[in-house]
């Protein structure tokens, strides 16, 4: 394959912008935000599973309150009932007299009881309350710091997808000045080779695989028409000559 000298140095202007156009990608895809927004939602969301449990147990928490305390009323107004026939004189039998003094008396431990349940049911809850406002208020700031890390992605990747547009648009417009069969090869290498497909002969050397020619590669190359494609001979790469290749 034949092509002028001048395209052939086009050609590497065109693969630096292909590789600039992959570091973009590149950048791209492994910002630092990307892992940062990753954690910081795996952390919103366990803090989340927490709160709802520490929600739950308040919840829970208050209904057995509110269970513990109306049996304790209830105690407390039969005893009170109690107490009032035991002082109204009402009551005369010995026997009837010591039973009701026995159940005053039973009333009095049973409530005690309940309200010491009443006491560790409030302990309880206060506890789940506290740890509920603490989960709370650690979640907003996980929020925040993730708002603040999704804001700082879409900065950046607004500027690489300003610099890519403007990278392609450059790269679109002096690839059409190139001879087709050229653009086709170098399009064919280049995905075969990891994104370059076109290498400066520098110093002797290739610049895609970074390899010496041996001198018979070198004679073969220095032979070579000026409008003559090379290849290297490692690499397979469209070798392109200039005046620093060392021939």
């Given at each position: 394959?034949?092509?002028?000298?001048?395209?052939?140095?086009?050609?590497?202007?065109?693969?630096?912008?292909?590789?600039?156009?992959?570091?973009?990608?590149?950048?791209?895809?492994?910002?630092?935000?990307?892992?940062?927004?990753?954690?910081?939602?795996?952390?919103?969301?366990?803090?989340?599973?927490?709160?709802?449990?520490?929600?739950?147990?308040?919840?829970?928490?208050?209904?057995?309150?509110?269970?513990?305390?109306?049996?304790?009323?209830?105690?407390?107004?039969?005893?009170?009932?109690d107490q009032q026939r035991l002082?109204?004189?009402?009551?005369?039998?010995?026997k009837d007299l010591e039973n009701?003094?026995?159940?005053?008396?039973?009333?009095?431990?049973?409530?005690?009881?309940?309200?010491?349940?009443?006491?560790?049911?409030?302990?309880?809850?206060?506890?789940?309350?506290?740890?509920?406002?603490?989960?709370?208020?650690?979640?907003?700031?996980?929020?925040?710091?993730?708002?603040?890390?999704?804001?700082?992605?879409?900065?950046?990747?607004?500027?690489?997808?300003?610099?890519?547009?403007?990278?392609?648009?450059?790269?679109?417009?002096?690839?059409?000045?190139?001879?087709?069969?050229?653009?086709?090869?170098?399009?064919?290498?280049?995905?075969?080779?990891?994104?370059?497909?076109?290498?400066?002969?520098?110093?002797?050397?290739?610049?895609?695989?970074?390899?010496?020619?041996?001198?018979t590669e070198l004679n073969e190359?220095?032979?070579?028409?000026?409008?003559?494609?090379?290849?290297?001979?490692?690499?397979?790469?469209?070798?392109?000559?200039?005046?620093?290749?060392?021939?």
């Amino acid at each position: 394959m034949n092509a002028a000298p001048a395209d052939q140095i086009r050609l590497l202007d065109v693969q630096a912008l292909d590789s600039r156009l992959a570091q973009l990608d590149h950048k791209r895809r492994n910002l630092p935000e990307h892992a940062e927004i990753e954690r910081l939602s795996a952390d919103l969301a366990q803090l989340r599973d927490l709160l709802v449990a520490a929600r739950t147990e308040e919840s829970d928490t208050a209904r057995e309150q509110t269970k513990a305390e109306q049996d304790v009323d209830q105690v407390r107004q039969r005893a009170a009932r109690d107490q009032q026939r035991l002082d109204s004189g009402v009551v005369t039998s010995p026997k009837d007299l010591e039973n009701l003094q026995r159940e005053i008396a039973s009333l009095a431990k049973r409530q005690s009881d309940l309200e010491d349940v009443v006491l560790d049911v409030m302990e309880r809850r206060e506890a789940a309350q506290e740890r509920a406002a603490e989960l709370a208020g650690r979640a907003e700031a996980v929020q925040a710091e993730a708002a603040e890390a999704e804001q700082r992605r879409a900065a950046a990747l607004q500027e690489i997808d300003a610099e890519g547009f403007t990278v392609a648009k450059e790269r679109e417009d002096l690839a059409a000045g190139l001879p087709g069969p050229l653009l086709s090869l170098y399009e064919r290498l280049r995905a075969q080779q990891g994104g370059v497909g076109a290498a400066r002969l520098y110093q002797k050397r290739c610049e895609g695989c970074r390899l010496e020619l041996n001198i018979t590669e070198l004679n073969e190359v220095r032979a070579a028409p000026a409008d003559a494609v090379v290849r290297c001979e490692n690499c397979g790469r469209i070798l392109v000559r200039t005046a620093e290749s060392g021939l």
